[in-house]
């Protein structure tokens, strides 16, 4: 069995941000050579997290006003974990509703995805250096 690791470097240039990382997957499995196997890709911060759906501008829009009416950032004082000084409770709860970690299986050497799904980095506490590692196991 062969595997393959690396990570994927972001610095969103705000606080909250949604990425389209599919390409990067992409490239990453073409370099490991795997063409039977599994790719897990992961949000190594937990304040952000991967996701899988449509890349649908509207839809992240939908998703972003969502998640700030279950979590809003502001008062940044409704959160408990913000008393150890930090801002960031909101991006802790929206990084769980969001999850931290996708899988998808390498089939012929491509991402065997469904119609529409597209891999996504989803930054709520950015401004900061951050990363994904992208992890494929196979043959
Ligand atoms: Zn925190």
Known sequence: ??????????QTPHRRDYINITHEVEQALKESGI???LCLVNAM??????????AE???????DE???????????TRYRHNNTGED???AHLKRQIMGREVVIAVTNGKLDF???????????????????LV???GE
Request: proline share 6%; aromatic share 14%.
């Open 45 to 54: 911060h937990i304040t952000a997290s991967v996701y899988i759906n449509d």
């Open 135 to 137: 992890k494929i196991i």
């Open 66 to 76: 969502w998640l700030e009416q279950l979590a809003p950032h502001e008062p940044i």
């Open 114 to 132: 469904g119609p529409w799904e597209q891999i996504h980095y989803a930054e709520f506490d950015g401004r900061r250096k951050k990363r994904v």
């Open 35 to 37: 063409r039977e196997g």
């Open 57 to 63: 501008p509207g839809l992240i829009a939908d998703y």
């Open 1 to 10: 069995m062969k595997s393959f690791r690396k990570e994927l470097w972001f």
């Open 88 to 90: 960031n409770g909101d």
